[in-house]
C-alpha cells in the first residue's frame, strides 16, 4: 500500500503548485507524510495538516517533529463542517482522502469556502475497480470462495466512490470550485506474500512477488 501511494505522490502535488509560499490544508492527513512533503515543497509558507482519529494526529505531529518541519501543524478537524477561516489557504490537497467524505456537497463547499479566490484544490482518488488492479485481482481472487453480495452503493463512502469523472465534475461545478483538470495515472507497485508466521510450519517455499498495477 505505501509503494502504491507514495508513487501517486509526484503528479498531484505538483498540481497544487506549492512554491508560491502560501497557506496549505490537507484534507485526511493520516500520519502525515504528505502533509509534510507539501510543506517542504510550499517553501516559506506553512501547511495545517486535518484530519479526525487522534492517535494518527499524534503521530503525524511526531514525526514533523523528528523531520524538523517547522512549517507544519495539525489539527482534529472534520473537513466537512468544520470552521476554517474564510480565504484562509491557498492551496488545499488529499491523497486518497475525498472518498470518504459522508456529506461529499458539503465538504467540497465547506472546503471552497477555506481557499482564497484564485485558491487551488489538487487531489487523488482511486479509478473503477475494472481499471485498477489493487482492488479487482483481490476481488476476483476471493469470488470463489465468498457468497454473493449486493453491489455497494456506488456514491457511498468507500474508496471507490469518486471513480466516475462525471460525478466529480457535477460536485465540484455545484460547489464553486471550477471546472475539473486531471487525467488518470497508474503506478506498478509490488505485492509481497505476508511473513512467514511462527505458529505455523511452511511446507514450501513462499511465493515469488507478483507485480500488479493500481490506477488513480
Known sequence: K????????????????LGGGGGGR???GGAGATT???????GGGSVLGADLPAVLLAEAARRAQQAAAGNVRFE??????????????DVALSRFGV???DDPAAAWANIARALRPGGRLAFCC?????????????????APFA????????????PLSLASPDRLRDLLAG??????AGSPSTTAARVRPAPPNPARRRTRPAPAPVPRRATA
Request: aromatic content about 10%; some cysteine.
Open 99 to 101: 472518498m470518504f467524505f
Open 175 to 180: 460547489d464553486g470550485l471550477g471546472a475539473l
Open 2 to 17: 505505501t509503494q502504491v501511494l507514495a508513487g501517486c505522490a509526484g503528479a498531484w502535488l505538483g498540481a497544487g503548485e
Open 36 to 42: 509534510r512533503e507539501a510543506a517542504r515543497r510550499a
Open 126 to 142: 482511486w479509478q473503477a475497480a475494472p481499471a485498477n488492479e489493487f482492488f479487482a485481482v483481490p476481488r476476483e481472487a476471493v
Open 76 to 89: 482534529r478537524a472534520d473537513a466537512q463542517v468544520h470552521p476554517f477561516p474564510d480565504g484562509g489557504f
Open 147 to 158: 457468497p454473493p453480495r449486493p453491489p455497494p452503493d456506488p456514491e457511498a463512502p468507500r
Open 26 to 28: 490537507g484534507v485526511g
